[in-house]
């Protein structure tokens, strides 16, 4: 069974930064495309960023040029940089895998870590 292991949240000011990480078991990292997602209150699941398997990225609109995702397979681990944060990505974030079907990313395993929170306050 995949699993994924997700740290890093924490509160931060408008502006600030996070590292979040995505520790995942087996070789699930070597195999397929990754991405993280993201739970705002109130919201469905949504995803923010993707690392496809030939080194390729997509973003979310709102967050291009802020976040940057990136991957360790020796680790087995995947990592998300959040910079110039804002009060609206404040939200729940996991990592899963990830394939495209009707004009969205979905994750390939309905198994989901506990996530990691963001709050951007001030």
Avoid at 16 to 38: E, N, P, Q, T
Avoid at 66 to 72: A, P
Avoid at 99 to 115: E, K
Wanted: hydrophobic share 30%; with cysteine.
């Amino acid at each position: 069974q995949v699993q994924f292991v997700e740290s890093g949240g924490g509160l931060v000011q408008p502006g600030g930064s996070l590292r979040l990480s995505c520790a995942a078991s087996g070789s699930v990292l070597s195999i397929y495309s990754m991405g993280w997602y993201r739970q705002l209150p109130g919201k469905q699941r949504e995803w923010v960023a993707v690392l496809h398997t030939n080194g390729n990225t997509n973003y979310l609109d709102s967050v291009k040029g802020r976040f940057t995702i990136s991957r360790d397979n020796a680790k087995n681990t995947v990592y998300l940089q959040m910079n110039s944060l804002k009060p609206e990505d404040t939200a729940v974030y996991y990592c899963n895998t990830v394939y495209y079907s009707l004009n969205t990313y979905r994750p390939r395993y309905d198994y989901w870590g506990q996530g990691t929170q963001v709050t951007v306050s001030s």
